[in-house]
Every structure is written in C-alpha cells, then in structure tokens.
C-alpha cells in the first residue's frame, strides 16, 4: 500500500482538483483545503494507519506493496484447519498467532 502523492500543493497544504461537467468536459482547476474545525479529529486514511510494513512483514507471502485486502487474504492462507485425531477436537494452526489469539478466535472446537 502506497500513500498518494500530489504533485500540485499550494504552500498553505490546499490540492488540486479538476472541475468537470456532466459531460466529462474538463471545465477547471480548483485548489481546495478541509478548512472545518471539527469537534473530533478521525484517523487519517493512510499507510501507517491501513497497513504498516511491519504488519505486511509479519503476515508474510504478500506482494511487494500490498493493500488491506492482500493482508486480509494473506490471514487467510495462513490459518489452516489440523485434525491431531484427539477425540473430535478440532485445532487451528497459524504460523503468527499465539495459542491465546488462537482460542480467542474459537480455535478449538
């Protein structure tokens, strides 16, 4: 996962953004800046926030810049149902979870 980078930003932090018709005509450019004060400030919809390279590392098996989804499915392949045949109990193995993240998930059915 890769932060955008804008390649038109006024010194004051505004973006560029073009202004188009219905038609799909380029009609301008406008340079807009979130100038609100809100009462709470959210988490910021970035990298470090989304997927940092230490979570993508720990997942492993991940393309070079994985999205959230690439992470979501990497979770996926790495939790594998085993039948150790110890009277119906049902254990789930994954290569970066602890037995106590395990059983909160419901690992053992």
């Given at each position: 996962?890769?932060?955008?980078?804008?390649?038109?930003?006024?010194?004051?932090?505004?973006?560029?953004?073009?202004?188009?018709?219905?038609?799909?005509?380029?009609?301008?450019?406008?340079?807009?800046?979130?100038?609100?004060?809100?009462?709470?400030?959210?988490?910021?919809?970035?990298?470090?926030?989304?997927?940092?390279?230490?979570?993508?590392?720990?997942?492993?098996?991940?393309?070079?810049?994985?999205?959230?989804?690439?992470a979501l499915m990497?979770?996926?392949?790495?939790?594998?149902?085993?039948?150790?045949?110890?009277?119906?109990?049902?254990?789930?193995?994954?290569?970066?979870?602890?037995y106590d993240v395990i059983k909160a998930?419901?690992?053992?059915?």
């Amino acid at each position: 996962m890769t932060d955008q980078t804008s390649t038109q930003v006024l010194a004051n932090g505004a973006i560029r953004y073009a202004v188009y018709d219905a038609a799909g005509t380029l009609l301008r450019y406008e340079y807009l800046l979130p100038a609100d004060s809100p009462s709470v400030v959210g988490t910021p919809i970035n990298k470090n926030t989304m997927l940092t390279d230490a979570t993508a590392a720990a997942i492993g098996g991940l393309p070079a810049d994985p999205t959230v989804n690439n992470a979501l499915m990497g979770l996926q392949n790495n939790i594998r149902e085993v039948d150790y045949n110890t009277n119906s109990w049902r254990f789930f193995v994954c290569n970066m979870f602890d037995y106590d993240v395990i059983k909160a998930m419901g690992g053992a059915k």
